[in-house]
């Protein structure tokens, strides 16, 4: 058996096959094109060249594209940069910034001090002038500043205000001015040219477009308006404007249109994507001032001359006549201050100058006039000065005489007097207050004795004068003490209330105290209430007063009315209990019955006497029942009086 033996078959893979050449034929070209960008896409290096070669003109045209979303996606990365490197290197974008900031810096203090001169000079020349006092004039009346009013009349035209505004929408893209005060109202003022613009077209010829609203006269002010396709331009003019400014407004317009068309075309009112525009509006804002007719004398430089000479010689005489002033105000000084040294109770230590006020300070008696009473007299006003002063005792006769009244408080009918450092007292006053004047007065500095010989005793005076004025009855003692009299003993009633009333007018006397004195009334009663306490009037036999227990009710009854009226005196209330007994034979009722009969005959006898009674209360008192033996001594009737101690 026979096998064929085939050649063997190439792998796929095998770089040597006809299959690997036939593959590196058809696509190896490809292969190695992958091959070289993907080598080139991992180069770093490379793919920075290529962007640096082709990001100008990406640039260019993203910003011709929509040049706001350019500035947008820029403005925080280079804003951050800027920032940052400006932090770490400040001294080299000082250097960068110095050849630019130093003359633009510089050309605007000229071009400031410049309009701030010729400001001046131009209110200088029209303020020193007929004209010019009319023109304030003018201003005062109408409120409207000085300079606006020369403005106004010196001007000959002058564009205040500017509007970019878009056609169609009447949006507004841009406002310049010359005040700052009408931005706020900048899109209202748009939207009304805007209307009356499409107005006036509107009602004159709808269908033209040479029917264009051109100027507007509103007071002194003119309004003009620019065309242009995309937008028009709105100037308000003070004054009468040459027709050579149109010609320049146009100018500004076409420019704007010609650099900003897309700006103009895509504006949907976003106020920071005009920017760019306001260098071009501000060449709008034009004016032009009336020029001075021939060289005159300058005499408003001959006023201005003499004022500053008169103002020079002003200040020399205010400067000498201050000089001279603060002169005599330091003489004032000098000789308040030495008045104040030689003022008595005052010890000066310590002086000091300060322009024109002084500081003292020193020592100064209390009960003396103070420093601030002896500079106020000198003139001197309360900020002139400053006192730093500390008290102590002198020993000059005015204080030593007011110290010493001060520590003795010497009654009213003492007089106090010095003589040569001796304390003279004279008048009257208690012993006890002469002994401790006599102790205290030469503890007060000034004083070295005293001298009593002229005072009398107040004390005693006034004994004998109470005794003089009073006349007391017997029984009555009187004793004074330092000017107060107390009164004790017994003494009536009536001498006792008629002392309730004012004082004696006696010198010295100051109070009189008889709380201590004891009514004669008040005994009298004691006596009688003990003595009807002690009262009985007995009965034989039943419920019949005889005659002799009649006569005992009279007699006791009078002791009663005699208590009663004492006990009125005496603001006391009097009560007496009527009380009837009996022996106890018989019943109860018929003991009771008895009791009580007897107590109402006794008062019944009470009251036919018509006697000032107090109240009369009766009580009557059986004994038990079952005595075999009566107690004849019982049979009787009992007085007891009482609410003569409730007080």
Known sequence: MSVNKQPPVAAANDERSALADLKALLVGPEQAAIAQLRQESDDHEIQAQRIAEHLPNALRGAYERSSSDLTDALEPPVSACLEDAVQRRPGFFADILYPVMGPAIRRSITQAMKSLVQQINETLEHSLTIKGISWRIEAARSGVPFGEVV????????????????????LLIRHVGQRSEHARDADAVSAMLTAIRDFTRDTMEPDSEDTRLESVDVGDHTLWLVHGPDAYLACAIRGIPPLGLRNALNDVLEEIHHRHTFLLEQFTGNATTTAPLVPLLDRCLQSEREQAAGRRFPWPLLIVSLLLIGALGWWLITAW????????????LQQAVDGLKRAPGILVTDVVYDGERVRVAGLNDPLLPPPAKLLDTAGLAADRYTLTFRPFESDEPDAALARARQRLAPPDSVALRLDDRRLIISGNAADAWRQRAELLAPTVPGIDSVDTQALDDIDARLLRELRAALLPPDGVTIRVQDGHATLGGRAPLAWI??????LPALDGLQSLQHVQLTPLE?????????????????????????DAQAAQVDRIGAMIAEAHQHATDLGRTMRVQIIGRTDGIGSVEQNHFVASQRAERVAERLRINALPM??????????????????????????????????
């Not at 005994?523 to 007063?545: C, M, W």
């Not at 059986?622 to 101690?645: K, M, Y």
């Open 151 to 170: 403005l106004r009349h010196t001007l000959r035209y002058r564009v205040e205000e500017a509007f970019l505004i878009q056609n169609g929408s009447g």
């Open 321 to 332: 006549q201050d000089s001279s002033r603060a002169q005599i105000e330091q003489q004032r």
């Open 497 to 502: 209330n008629a002392l309730d009333g004012s």
């Open 522 to 546: 008040d005994g009298r009663l004691s006596q009688l209430v003990a003595l009807i306490n002690a009262a009985e009037v007995p009965f034989v036999d039943g419920i019949v007063l005889g």
């Open 614 to 647: 107090p109240k009369l209360e009766l009580r009557s008192v059986t004994q038990p029942p079952g005595i075999s033996q009566p107690d004849v001594s019982l049979r009787r009737v009992e007085f007891r009086v009482n609410g003569i101690d409730d007080r």
